[in-house]
């Protein structure tokens, strides 16, 4: 079908109807379909509520699934294995909670030490959970440690600790960059993962996080197959003042249709987690809205 077409078929409905079949036929032939599915940040969900509950909302609002973050009790751990299964609501990943308190690239040998034991804290989450994939921030550049430091020390822990806890359980590690001052460009988070040569290390991208310094469609075509889930937030600079700030999807600098054209270059990425702030029911059924209008390749906030 054409959109010659579809303006011949819809010549006595009102003007609105017949522009809304020209837009997505015209988004169907400029955006090929994804086999990619639609996740909510945990995060996102009412606190107040239960496990259950709010895991019974996301779905009912139509999210395919959840990621979690790292949860140290076992008891609440095995609490959210079983309100996943009830509800249908995957969980398809885990946010590690210590790489920033205690970075791998760290000169310290005991923060080191805790900054693996929260890593395979969250590698065992994800194997209780049945989650493919543990997100991991890998080094931290700061004052005490340089680039290159940064650089091989993450490499060294992650290949020789981490990688053979993960792959004994059946579970991949996404590296993810945001604003650590560490892997600032597509290429060089391509020579990061691919020196490892393991299929256990991925990219876990954020198209958010490259805005200050980069393109995220740019960088999802550097990266292509080696991203394996995605996080999805905008992203508003005023250069002029020198201030920016978080913004829901469609509201901030973000080329949407761009990114989506971009994804088809990605064809490993299974899963896209939306990561803003939380909300009510509504709120949550109007992220998800526009969450599939970038999927059919618009702009999030078109009607």
Not at 135 to 163: F, H, N
Request: proline fraction near 5%.
């Amino acid at each position: 079908m054409t959109r010659r077409d579809v303006l011949r078929s819809t010549a006595a409905v009102p003007l609105a109807a017949w522009l809304d079949a020209a837009r997505d036929v015209e988004a169907r032939q400029v955006s090929p379909p994804l086999n990619i599915k639609r996740a909510v940040l945990v995060s996102m969900l009412p606190k107040e509520l239960s496990w259950q509950d709010r895991f019974a909302l996301a779905r009912a609002v139509g999210f395919e699934g959840v990621e979690m973050q790292t949860v140290t009790d076992q008891a609440d751990a095995e609490a959210i294995a079983k309100a996943s299964e009830s509800t249908g609501l995957v969980i398809h990943s885990v946010m590690n909670s210590d790489h920033w308190r205690y970075p791998l690239s760290s000169p310290d040998p005991e923060v080191v030490r805790k900054s693996v034991a929260g890593m395979k804290t969250s590698l065992m989450n994800a194997a209780l959970w049945k989650a493919g994939i543990v997100l991991l921030v890998p080094a931290v550049v700061d004052g005490k440690t340089t680039y290159s430091e940064a650089w091989s020390r993450s490499v060294a822990v992650i290949r020789d600790q981490l990688i053979p806890v993960a792959t004994g359980l059946r579970v991949q590690i996404g590296i993810e960059e945001v604003w650590n001052k560490f892997l600032l460009s597509p290429l060089e988070f391509n020579r990061y993962v691919d020196e490892f040569q393991s299929p256990t290390i991925k990219a876990y991208f954020d198209v958010g996080n490259v805005v200050f310094y980069g393109y995220p469609q740019d960088w999802i075509r550097t990266l292509g197959s080696r991203i394996a889930r995605l996080h999805l937030k905008d992203f508003k600079v005023n250069r002029d003042a020198g201030t920016f700030e978080w913004k829901n999807l469609g509201e901030g600098d973000i080329d949407w249709v761009e990114v989506r054209k971009a994804l088809a270059e990605a064809p490993n990425a299974a899963w896209l987690t939306t990561e803003i702030s939380g909300g009510d029911r509504a709120y949550l059924t109007d992220v998800l809205r526009r969450v599939d209008r970038f999927l059919a390749g618009f702009r999030p906030t078109d009607a």
